[in-house]
């Protein structure tokens, strides 16, 4: 079984502080995701990898950057915090580009920026 | 950028109720995946459907994506209160999962 595990339920963190956002994965994809989910707007792509220190831009990349050093983990930086940036985070990962891989999603992180 | 339109955005109905939930575009996709999300988990995948007219049976859910690969919708009979969550459908338009378009979700709540 796909597991996805993302380091943290719940994070709070103040305007401007650095954040780290931390996935693995344990099933040897090699695609990898994250998203941000909210209310009445749904699931957003921020940023996807599809290979070890590839990347590339979802639909909302501003604000945030991405790092895949290794292939099980992907993490996801927010370089500077602000308060429009609350929200679920939801890391997922995917067996590369095989028609119609579905997405394996881990539990999600809670962040509230303050 | 193409849209998923699901609706009802919320549903509550009694347990026994049947339902249906709808996910629109004006798009084709390649195929259309479902999704469950239950509240503190990701979502997880129920089906994907790839041909136009595809009837998928999973016990009490039917999925059916439409003929011209526009449209699709999810019939649950005699709910039960473990279907109750976010129901999410999601289009792949480029035959790569890259490309996935969410719907924003119908929440079910079914009471017992």
């Known amino acids: 079984d796909v597991k996805v595990t993302q380091s943290s339920r719940y994070l709070v963190k103040r305007t401007g502080e650095k954040v780290f956002l931390e996935c693995v994965q344990d099933?040897?994809?090699?695609?990898m995701f994250w998203y941000r989910q909210d209310p009445g707007l749904g699931l957003r792509l921020i940023y996807f990898?599809?290979?070890?220190?590839?990347?590339e831009k979802g639909d909302i990349p501003e604000g945030y950057s991405v790092s895949r050093e290794k292939k099980e983990r992907f993490s996801l930086i927010l370089e500077s915090a602000s308060t429009n940036q609350t929200s679920m985070y939801l890391c997922a990962s995917s067996l590369i580009d095989r028609d119609n891989s579905p997405l394996h999603f881990g539990n999600g992180t809670r962040l509230t920026v303050t | 950028t193409q849209l998923l339109e699901q609706s009802p955005q919320f549903l509550s109905i009694q347990e026994g109720e049947n339902l249906t939930v709808y996910c629109n575009s004006s798009s084709v996709f390649s195929s259309l995946q479902w999704y469950r999300q239950e509240p503190g988990e990701g979502p997880v995948l129920l089906v994907t459907v790839v041909t136009g007219g595809e009837v998928k049976k999973l016990k009490r859910l039917t999925f059916q994506f439409g003929d011209a690969r526009k449209d699709s919708s999810l019939h649950i009979t005699a709910a039960q209160p473990g279907d109750t969550g976010l129901y999410l459908c999601?289009?792949?338009?480029?035959?790569?999962?890259?490309?996935?378009?969410f719907g924003k979700g119908t929440l079910l709540t079914v009471n017992p």
């Open positions: 099933m040897d994809h090699e695609n």
């Open positions: 990898s599809y290979d070890v220190k590839m990347k």
């Open positions: 999601a289009g792949n338009s480029g035959g790569s999962n890259y490309k996935l378009t």
